[in-house]
């Protein structure tokens, strides 16, 4: 992790929470002292918050195991989940640097083979893409179909040329040829064989970790804010906001993140002084102390022998 950009994520940080702590203070009285005494209530609730959150690492481990245990790589014992959690101390880099850096730690540290592990780690981004775009198709059909206006005349003309040009393009040889060396350049990164066997048993896996721990939203909504929302609109809040946050290629998407939380719920009806403390608190619980917790095991010993790979089939 780049040391340089740490001063950058805490500031970030504490801009997040003056924002959070000032909607707060801009609250009538009375709305003020019921918020105060619902995040004081939420102490009771950290082990039911927090159990979500271990119910959704165990998941993607899981996954983890699914995977590489096909490729006959590794077991599931003490330093294989040590070794894997730590890797979550690299999130807080931009555009996934951080979990591709996972790929050496985890050659260095369990002797796994690099290449495998680089097919396990886009496995692993092609279920999360699956399972997202499997729930955002269920939850909110009205919202990709029925919320997009009628096309005019206009735009059918230009959707036609646009894809005729497509079409003409990908007709060119010189076209098919770059796009032949681009696939001959990348497909070895691509998961296959016994790997890709396995996909469709880690998306449904996917599935239940990311709609798992959009609970967390969920109940922190429940908890703080005046009017609560349903779990289906809290799995649609969490997955978007958590794609503008990895679109954006900042370190663990703070601050875009927290802000498309804050105007998702506010169009649930959730005044935005109450949805920034949410937004915040729900990044702090799901992401940011897992880091740090991920980060404290690094001064733990892996104690690793000989790693297992005897089956490993290339």
């Not at 006959?72 to 979550?88: E, K, Q, V």
């Not at 690299?90 to 979990?99: I, S, Y």
């Not at 985890?106 to 893409?129: K, N, S, T, W």
């Not at 040829?177 to 469709?200: D, E, I, K, T």
Request: proline share 7%; glycine share 8%.
């Amino acid at each position: 992790m780049n040391s340089k950009r740490i001063p950058w994520l805490g500031l970030i940080a504490l801009v997040l929470l003056a924002l959070a702590v000032a909607g707060l203070m801009k609250l009538p009285t009375v709305q003020q002292q019921a918020l105060l005494q619902s995040l004081q209530s939420l102490l009771v609730w950290l082990p039911v918050l927090y159990g979500v959150v271990g119910l959704s690492y165990a998941g993607r481990y899981w996954r983890w195991r699914l995977l590489l245990g096909k490729l006959g790589i590794g077991s599931t014992n003490w330093p294989d989940w040590l070794g894997w959690f730590r890797g979550f101390a690299l999130t807080a880099t931009p555009a996934k640097v951080g979990e591709l850096s996972r790929v050496q730690l985890l050659h260095e540290q369990l002797g796994y083979p690099r290449l495998p592990l680089v097919h396990v780690f886009v496995a692993e981004r092609c279920a999360d893409a699956a399972a997202v775009g499997l729930l955002l198709l269920v939850l909110i059909p009205n919202q990709l179909l029925g919320g997009i206006p009628p096309l005019s005349s206009t735009w059918l003309l230009a959707m036609s040329l646009v894809a005729a040009c497509a079409l003409l393009l990908t007709g060119r040889r010189a076209c098919r040829r770059w796009l032949q060396n681009q696939w001959h350049r990348f497909r070895h990164y691509f998961p296959s064989g016994a790997l890709a066997q396995r996909l469709l048993p880690a998306s449904l896996i996917s599935v239940l970790v990311w709609a798992n721990e959009a609970l967390v939203l969920w109940l922190l909504v429940r908890l703080l804010a005046p009017a609560p929302i349903t779990i289906p609109a809290a799995i649609t809040i969490y997955l978007l906001s958590g794609t503008a946050g990895m679109a954006s290629s900042l370190p663990g998407g703070i601050g875009v993140n927290e802000a498309a939380t804050v105007m998702l719920l506010g169009q649930q009806g959730v005044p935005a002084a109450v949805a920034l403390p949410v937004s915040v608190l729900r990044r702090l619980i799901t992401l940011w102390s897992m880091v740090a917790l991920a980060t404290a095991t690094g001064v733990l010993p892996l104690a690793v022998g000989e790693p297992d790979r005897q089956n490993y089939r290339p």
